[in-house]
């Protein structure tokens, strides 16, 4: 099933791309490829939660973190749509890059990631999303952000 029609059928709607807050664009398409630039789990312009993944008390849980991967790769999406017309232009996932802003003590980064990987796989099938990947703990992200996604995709 195409890309777009796959998105109505889970009940996504692609936000629309925020204003980048920088210097720099929300996606960029070179040769075959779209590079998108690391994406936060923006819902209508503000983060759901704010601070470190972890499993303390004041620390944002696992799994909330791992939904909020997913939000982050659907706005990656729209970031990506926003430059090539259509996701059903794309013919491979090649790389997904999470930052998770983890407690010291947190190692689970990949679990998080996996929300956002997840998500590309339900969405362009098994041979199209399969990708490769880094899933990287860091001190802290923009807006204080729990994660952030990246995403290069090939399309034609």
Do not use: W
Not at 27 to 48: F, H, I, M, R
Not at 72 to 101: E, M
């Amino acid at each position: 099933m195409p890309a777009e029609s796959t998105l109505a059928s889970l009940g996504i709607v692609l936000p629309s791309v925020p204003a980048p807050a920088g210097a720099y664009v929300p996606a960029v398409v070179s040769g075959s490829y779209v590079y998108t630039a690391g994406q936060l789990p923006l819902v209508e312009g503000a983060l759901p939660a704010t601070g470190k993944v972890g499993d303390g008390h004041g620390l944002v849980p696992a799994s909330d973190a791992h939904d909020y991967a997913r939000t982050a790769a659907i706005n990656a999406l729209a970031a990506a749509r926003s430059v090539l017309g259509s996701l059903d232009r794309i013919t491979q996932v090649v790389k997904v890059v999470g930052f998770v802003a983890s407690d010291p003590s947190f190692t689970g980064q990949p679990g998080v990631v996996n929300g956002a990987s997840e998500l590309l796989g339900a969405v362009f099938g098994p041979e199209i999303g399969a990708h490769a990947r880094s899933a990287v703990g860091v001190a802290v992200l923009p807006l204080d952000s729990p994660v952030e996604v990246e995403l290069v995709l090939e399309f034609v």
